[in-house]
């Protein structure tokens, strides 16, 4: 189902006449400059994107919902600002983004890719988004999501999976599939994304985009509905990691509203005129280049730790110990939170009502067996068993003391690098239906991703190679807590001496429908 796509398609062709036939291909600071210079207007580059949308998302399906009534008026409110030119206006002001799914729209619909939240329309709007609508962001719509961001490939969707823009055959990615696929496929310049065991890190490799996971507590999660609270961590997706840099800016700060926001002030991220990194201590962790791994994987990412090594960089061999516990972990804890978290949706307070004339708890059971995927009700499951009694201690209890020791793992490692780089996943984009039957299979691509989320510290992935089939390769930096512009700073001189990041999937032009 898309929200209001259908009866604006009139309007949005308006604006087509005249406008320049590259402006979904800009990238954001030439969309910000062509705005402030009136080379085109926000409701033009709205409507490129809203036409680039109708011709691709029917394959690829990167959207659950479309919003293109709200788009247009906030970029017609944008263009009588921009045509003003007496006041100081917005730093975003006029640039159409896309926001996943798990992150509250105030009278926009919030499935969290879900049945049971399929019409939920929240009355508010998350801190994350809300500050960006002030900078000036003009919203496209909500993008698919694995349910309640529980998966690594988006197929966990009630609506339907996301496709690969490199290729059709092969999954985008997980939990943040449609934000990564909607940026590749040039239908956003940039949209919003949600990582709690590597949801915006995993997708931006296999679709070869740049994406930021912050540190926890740096943005605000006041309004992302929630997954596991002690993870959840809202983020960026975009083409490179200047436009990341961009929009993080004006996302990141304390909340009140949210009680793990933490009051540390955010810099301005001024990124380098030059890809010189002299000096620069480049951790390589050996326990992220396990037997098994992709070939190419290794290899490229090994050769974008030796291209910064001759941008001045000093690789250093280090250790992770506590790695290879990551994955039971996070499968322990992230579980657990999320069966305390999902207890609310019981037909009572959210979403339609199943069995209710059998009683209460018939209505219960109806309810969340009917309208949860298998996905959810495995790890609702899991986490209710890892919280019960007799089993919380040696479970749950136990994983959070073994969290710690991965988290020590890594102050004691930025004690002697600046950062750590590896893969963001053991391989390149998967098959879909390749791990279908086989959940351990698909935990797996996780496998370098959680522990960031388990320390709480930020990363940063973005392409470095692709593989023999042409799907993208990612490497992932990792930096201790707050340290987010040491991340745009690498990850932006890599990209001003490297040409991955500009390549682009072979998708038909504006002028060319798909068949």
């Given at each position: 189902?898309?929200?209001?796509?259908?009866?604006?398609?009139?309007?949005?062709?308006?604006?087509?006449?005249?406008?320049m036939?590259?402006?979904?291909?800009?990238?954001?600071?030439?969309?910000?400059?062509?705005?402030?210079?009136?080379?085109?207007?926000?409701?033009?580059l709205t409507a490129a994107y809203i036409q680039r949308i109708e011709e691709l998302d029917p394959k690829i399906h990167a959207f659950i919902t479309l919003t293109p009534e709200l788009a247009f008026e906030k970029a017609g409110i944008a263009d009588q600002m921009l045509a003003a030119e007496d006041r100081e206006l917005p730093p975003l002001l006029g640039l159409p983004i896309a926001v996943k799914d798990v992150l509250c729209l105030a009278n926009v619909r919030c499935t969290c890719g879900s049945k049971i939240l399929e019409n939920f329309i929240p009355p508010y709007t998350a801190s994350s988004v809300s500050r960006l609508l002030d900078a000036g962001v003009v919203p496209l719509g909500k993008t698919n999501t694995d349910e309640f961001a529980m998966g690594s490939s988006t197929e966990n969707?009630?609506?339907?999976?996301?496709?690969n823009p490199w290729n059709f055959e092969h999954v985008p990615g997980g939990s943040s599939g449609g934000s990564a696929a909607a940026v590749a496929g040039g239908m956003a310049p940039a949209a919003l994304g949600t990582d709690t065991g590597g949801s915006v890190r995993q997708p931006c490799a296999f679709c070869g985009t740049t994406g930021i996971k912050p540190t926890y507590g740096r943005v605000s999660r006041y309004g992302l509905i929630a997954y596991g609270s002690s993870l959840d961590t809202a983020g960026v997706i975009a083409r490179n990691a200047a436009d990341t840099a961009l929009l993080f800016q004006h996302m990141a700060g304390f909340d009140p509203l949210d009680a793990t926001s933490v009051n540390t002030p955010v810099p301005t991220y001024q990124l380098p005129d030059s890809p010189d990194l002299h000096g620069l201590r480049i951790g390589v962790p050996d326990e992220y280049f396990l037997q098994g791994i992709q070939p190419e994987v290794e290899s490229f990412v090994k050769a974008a730790v030796t291209q910064l090594e001759s941008q001045g960089a000093v690789p250093v061999p280090i250790s992770l110990p506590y790695t290879e516990y990551a994955l039971p972990v996070y499968y322990i804890i992230a579980p657990a939170e999320a069966s305390a978290n999902l207890a609310r949706y019981d037909g009572v307070r959210f979403g339609p009502r199943l069995g209710t004339e059998e009683g209460l708890q018939e209505m219960f059971k109806q309810t969340r067996g009917q309208l949860f995927g298998s996905e959810v009700k495995r790890r609702i499951m899991l986490g209710t068993y890892a919280l019960s009694a007799g089993y919380y201690e040696a479970f749950y209890g136990k994983a959070q003391k073994v969290r710690t020791l991965i988290k020590e793992d890594f102050i004691r490692a930025f004690e002697d690098v600046d950062v750590i780089a590896a893969p963001v996943a053991p391989t390149t984009a998967f098959k879909f239906g390749?791990?279908?039957?086989?959940?351990?299979?698909?935990?797996?691509?996780d496998i370098f991703t959680l522990p960031a989320n388990l320390a709480g510290i930020p990363g940063l992935a973005f392409p470095v190679g692709y593989d023999k089939n042409g799907l993208p390769i990612g490497m992932q930096l990792m930096a201790p807590p707050f340290k987010e512009d040491l991340l745009f700073?690498?990850?932006?001189?890599?990209?001003?001496?490297?040409?991955?990041?500009?390549?682009?999937?072979?998708?038909?032009?504006?002028?060319?429908?798909l068949k």
């Open positions: 189902m898309r929200l209001q796509q259908r009866k604006t398609n009139s309007k949005s062709r308006r604006f087509l006449v005249n406008r036939p590259d402006l979904t291909q800009l990238t954001i600071s030439e969309a910000l400059t062509g705005l402030r210079s009136r080379d085109f207007s926000s409701q033009e969707s009630a609506y339907g999976p996301t496709r390749q791990h279908s039957d086989d959940p351990l299979a698909m935990y797996l691509e700073r690498v990850g932006h001189a890599y990209q001003l001496a490297t040409e991955w990041h500009n390549k682009k999937p072979s998708l038909p032009t504006m002028d060319n429908q």
